[in-house]
């Protein structure tokens, strides 16, 4: 069944410094820098979208990946339609956090029937190929294995961020 909705809440989660704030920039205002400010708390901002014909408006949570900053609690997660889980592909050590923030998100956001619930995994960063540490046939053929779609882009140079953004929304409408 789809939704009939005008509104979509979208939470983005992930280790510091993968690049979150930079992808949601680069989505909704078409900017990015180099220089790294780490968000603190959480940010929002919103983006509208047409999908199936219709207009949508996204409300987009930008969240801290610094362990200091994270004390956010259920409240804040409760009522999202979908959840973007971001790595760095230079950076083993986030695309292993992927699960835990996952976890993280379905005990804090509680969905009814979080089997269900519409995940998806942004592998940032991808203009820095001769940098990659995580192996690109390999993380693929994880996402599949775990039903998780996942698409590499990169807010720098503006690669698949719009097809990430929109195919997290059509995912967030097309499952209950
Ligand atoms: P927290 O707010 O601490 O959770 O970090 P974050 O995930 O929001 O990271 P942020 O967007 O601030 O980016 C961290 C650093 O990575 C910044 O210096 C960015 O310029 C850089 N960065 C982000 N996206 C890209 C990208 O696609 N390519 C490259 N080369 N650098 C990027
Ligand atoms: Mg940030």
Not at 23 to 47: M, P, W
Not at 82 to 97: A, G, N, P
Not at 107 to 122: D, K, L, T
């Amino acid at each position: 069944m789809s939704k009939n909705r005008s509104q979509l809440k979208v939470i983005v989660l992930g280790d510091s410094g993968v690049g979150k704030t930079c992808l949601l920039n680069r989505f909704v205002r078409c900017e990015f820098s180099q220089n790294y400010r780490a968000t603190i708390g959480a940010d929002f901002l919103s983006k509208e979208v047409i999908l199936n014909s219709k207009h949508i408006s996204l409300q987009l949570w930008d969240t801290a990946g610094q362990e200091r900053f994270q004390s956010l609690g259920a409240s804040f997660y409760r009522g999202a339609d979908v959840c973007i889980l971001v790595y760095d592909i230079t950076c083993q050590k986030s695309f292993e956090s992927i699960i835990s923030w996952k976890q993280e998100f379905i005990s804090q956001c509680g969905p009814s029937n979080p089997e269900n619930f519409p995940f998806m995994v942004i592998g940032n960063k991808c203009d820095l190929d001769n940098q990659r540490a995580v192996n690109q046939a390999k993380s693929y053929q994880w996402a599949k294995e775990l039903n998780l779609p996942l698409i590499e882009a990169s807010a720098k140079d503006d690669i698949r961020i719009q097809e990430a953004f929109l195919e997290a929304s059509k995912l967030a409408l097309e499952r209950e």
